[in-house]
Each structure stands twice: as structure tokens, then as C-alpha cells.
């Protein structure tokens, strides 16, 4: 029997493949990754049933779609999620304070119409791939880091349960805000990845250090030779964090 590590309710799984690729890469990592994350292009193609394959392999969904739209529309496609089952549902802080408490009370109502636990309703600050100078040429003043926090304190405020940040806001996010907000962080890459797309990547003992609940890792499991053995040494590396 494959040894189950508690580490992998820490691990996301970004399953940014084709479906049935995805279900078999979840499938032989599962004893280390705990969540599959149904992003927008699992979901633009195949909708729902994406998450339904999923659960059938016993992994917790984290659905992520960053909505962003007016209120009334969050809160109807938020509800739709919810009646989902999934674990997790990403929408963004930038829509501000109205949408962002639709998102949470359509994401409650759709869970309980359907009989499923709530999911957390995470805000992503800002993506993990705009440097300074992107973050900056979008309007945002200050560092990438300033604007994630500012971003943060609103989302909290609007009842939110969790924040998606880089790893390397992580640890002002638990400053600021305390230990409550569930805090999720992508960009994650272990010592010597390539770093790709992601501008404000950093090491899973580095993220776990920094006060994240939730890793996302996508390419260094899905590109690497080995991927159980890939994912094996992110868990060993969060355990030991």
C-alpha cells in the first residue's frame, strides 16, 4: 500500500493539462498532493465534469477562475461553484468590496442548496507574475508587495476566507493580518526550477516558513522526469519546513 503523507493536504496540484493527462499525472501523485486545482483552461473546455473527474479520485478541488465582474454576476457563477462541492474558489480583490461579499454569500448559498460544505472563498491580491515595473504600468502604486497588502486588507474586510499571494507576501500578510486568512501561494519552485512566468517565485520551505497553508505547484511535478518522485521531495521539503 502507497504511504499517504500528511503534507499533501498542504499541495495544490495546478492541472493545467488536458483532462485526461491531468487525471493520470493527479492520480500517481496523489499519496503527496492533496488538491487539484481546476483552473480556466480545464474549465473553459470541459466545465463541471473537470471537477466532477477530479473528485472521483478523492482530490479536494480548488477551483480556480478568478472571477471578476460585477456583483450580482459573481455571486450567481460563485453560487454555481459552490453547488460544485469544491474546497476552494478563487475570485479577484480588485473587484472590490460589493463583489467580493456577493462572491462569498453566492458561494455559501449554492454549498447549502446542494448539501456541501461551504468552500473558502479566496481573493487573489496580485498574480505572481507581474514584476515591479507590470505592477506599476497597471496603475498600482508601490512595490508588488505593497499593492498585494492593500489588496489584502480589503478583502478581509469584505469577509473573504483566504488571500492568494506570492511566497514573498506571505509573511506581511500574516504580520498584518494574523493567523485566520487561509493563505495560498503559486509561484511555487523548488532550488534550481526554471522560474518561467512567475516573477516572485520562491522555494516551498520558503513559502511554508512564510505562513502559507496552501502551495500551488504545476510545472515542477508536471515537466519533471520523475513526477512522483518530484512531488515527493516538494512534500518532504514542506514537512520539514
Known amino acids: 500500500m502507497t504511504e499517504v503523507f500528511p503534507a499533501r493536504e498542504r499541495i495544490a496540484l495546478a492541472a493545467d493539462l488536458p483532462l485526461d493527462e491531468g487525471l493520470r499525472l493527479y492520480e500517481r501523485v496523489a499519496p503527496h498532493v492533496g488538491y487539484a486545482k481546476v483552473g480556466l483552461s480545464l ?8 471537477v466532477a473527474a477530479f473528485q472521483r ?3 479536494r478541488i480548488f477551483l480556480d477562475l478568478k472571477l471578476h ?73 508601490g512595490t508588488p508587495e505593497e499593492a498585494a497588502l492593500r489588496l489584502a486588507r480589503l478583502a478581509v474586510g469584505a469577509g473573504v476566507d483566504g488571500l492568494v499571494c506570492s511566497p514573498r507576501e506571505a509573511a506581511a500578510f500574516r504580520r498584518e493580518l494574523g493567523p485566520t486568512p487561509f493563505l495560498c501561494t503559486p509561484g511555487i519552485r523548488p532550488a534550481g526550477a526554471a522560474a518561467g512566468d512567475q516573477s516572485r517565485a520562491e522555494t516551498p520551505a520558503f513559502a511554508r516558513r512564510a505562513g502559507a497553508d496552501l502551495l500551488v505547484v504545476g510545472r515542477p511535478i508536471h515537466t519533471a522526469p520523475e513526477p512522483l518522485a518530484a512531488a515527493r521531495a516538494i512534500a518532504e521539503e514542506v514537512s520539514s519546513a
Open 69 to 141: 465582474d460585477i456583483p450580482n454576476t459573481v455571486e450567481l457563477a460563485a453560487a454555481r461553484a459552490g453547488a460544485l462541492g469544491v474546497s476552494l474558489l478563487t475570485v479577484h480583490a480588485a473587484g472590490g468590496e460589493s463583489m467580493l461579499r456577493a462572491a462569498v454569500k453566492g458561494a455559501r448559498e449554492g454549498a447549502r442548496a446542494k448539501g456541501h460544505e461551504a468552500p473558502r472563498v479566496l481573493a487573489v491580491t496580485v498574480l505572481t507574475s507581474l514584476s515591479a515595473a507590470e505592477v506599476a504600468a497597471v496603475g498600482l502604486p
Open 57 to 59: 479520485l478523492g482530490a
Open 43 to 50: 474549465f473553459v473546455e470541459h466545465g463541471p465534469p473537470a
